[in-house]
T-cell receptor, first 113, second 115 residues
Framework: GDSVTQMEGPVTLSEEAFLTINCTYTATGYPSLFWYVQYPGEGLQLLLKATKADDKGSNKGFEATYRKETTSFHLEKGSVQVSDSAVYFCALSPYNQGGKLIFGQGTELSVKP | EPEVTQTPSHQVTQMGQEVILRCVPISNHLYFYWYRQILGQKVEFLVSFYNNEISEKSEIFDDQFSVERPDGSNFTLKIRSTKLEDSAMYFC?????????????FGSGTQLSVL
């Protein structure tokens, strides 16, 4: 069945460091891909998404590109801030199954000043 | 930004008891969902609901689970006879539409502890 695998955390970075969180997926057809973020005490929030191959999602300095050839959707940010400390979830929604998200295990990011 | 509200934030119950988890989705949304996350595991889809019907459910969502939209604002998840393994964080979500690229809005969750 469809699945998502992300790099394990926790990830600890210094402020202004470069961030990459790896995400790969297995799916039939053409899923939509998402990154959700969960700040402490809050629900998951959509960070960015991409709906077809080679699409780049971006938001708040974060980017991820839908790579069908490598079945990947890695999250990157050039310069992280303390306020980016959160848990990041990669997810896919199978084609024609709207709202049914399949999540990776989540990666906890801690950014130190 | 509008919010999905879940109550209570933490619920403790005895094994075999019934629990009802409550959610108020965003007012103009039409699609509603429940997800759960057992400690240390992935967030898992339980059920989606549209037009007063279940549109899809996972294998986890067996006869012990039910969902209801009792009025125009609430969306509830009932677990009829709780088991220890039902202990998890339960997330409610809603969306405007039901396409696969749809943005879901999640509540902050109800932590259910079954003793």
């Amino acid at each position: 069945g469809d699945s998502v695998t992300q790099m394990e955390g926790p990830v600890t970075l210094s402020e202004e460091a470069f961030l990459t969180i790896n995400c790969t997926y297995t799916a039939t057809g053409y899923p939509s891909l998402f990154w959700y973020v969960q700040y402490p005490g809050e629900g998951l929030q959509l960070l960015l998404k991409a709906t077809k191959a080679d699409d780049k999602g971006s938001n708040k300095g974060f980017e991820a590109t839908y790579r069908k050839e490598t079945t990947s959707f890695h999250l990157e940010k050039g310069s992280v801030q303390v306020s980016d400390s959160a848990v990041y979830f990669c997810a896919l929604s199978p084609y024609n199954q709207g709202g049914k998200l399949i999540f990776g295990q989540g990666t906890e990011l801690s950014v130190k000043p | 930004e509008p919010e999905v509200t879940q109550t209570p934030s933490h619920q403790v119950t005895q094994m075999g008891q019934e629990v009802i988890l409550r959610c108020v989705p965003i007012s103009n949304h039409l699609y509603f969902y429940w997800y759960r996350q057992i400690l240390g595991q992935k967030v898992e889809f339980l059920v989606s609901f549209y037009n007063n019907e279940i549109s899809e459910k996972s294998e986890i969502f067996d006869d012990q689970f039910s969902v209801e939209r009792p009025d125009g604002s609430n969306f509830t998840l009932k677990i009829r006879s709780t088991k220890l393994e039902d202990s998890a964080m339960y997330f409610c979500a809603s969306s405007e539409g039901g396409m696969s690229n749809e943005k879901l809005f999640f509540g902050s969750g109800t932590q259910l502890s079954v003793l």
